[in-house]
């Protein structure tokens, strides 16, 4: 009997899916509220790297490069998860740095394109959904999250964010969500 080079990887991938351990999922916020298919979450305050290059789309192999090494003091930094693109402004990729770091600790990138900054605080409307994303699900998901907002009569500030939570090899079990700020007190 031949084995089939194809089936052994297609094997080997779904087997990864189940064993491979996620990347570091902090539990960055608290759940507020449930609203049909979205949560309303209080965030954390957080320190993030984020990485934007209009003449590039390959956000994440320079974040990686400055996780895994690149950076003055050639630290490895743990990676969490989710990785986050913004739907809005500049589209930028950011990563959440682990908790265990102080704004002054931090190793400086030497890509001077990776900026280190804070965000506060926060409350998001969250929609999840499973599989791989591509634009025309996230529109989809947007729109949902829009219309229950709104049904709510829920103010947002207009600033998407798509959250991914898996690598790209894992093919099962897949997590991504939408998030927005609301304005709307809770």
Known sequence: MKTDPKMILALILIITSFVIKEASSQNNYIII???DD???REYKKSINASYFDSSSKNYFRFLANYIFGGNEKKMEISMTSPVTMRLHGNKEMIFRLPDNFLFDSIPKPINSRIKIFKIASTIKASIQYSGYSNSKIEKQKTQQLIQTLNKNNI????DFELNVYNPPYQILNRKNEITVTTTSTF
């Open 155 to 158: 103010k947002h500030k207009n």
């Open 33 to 35: 509220k449930k609203i």
């Open 38 to 40: 979205i949560e309303i």
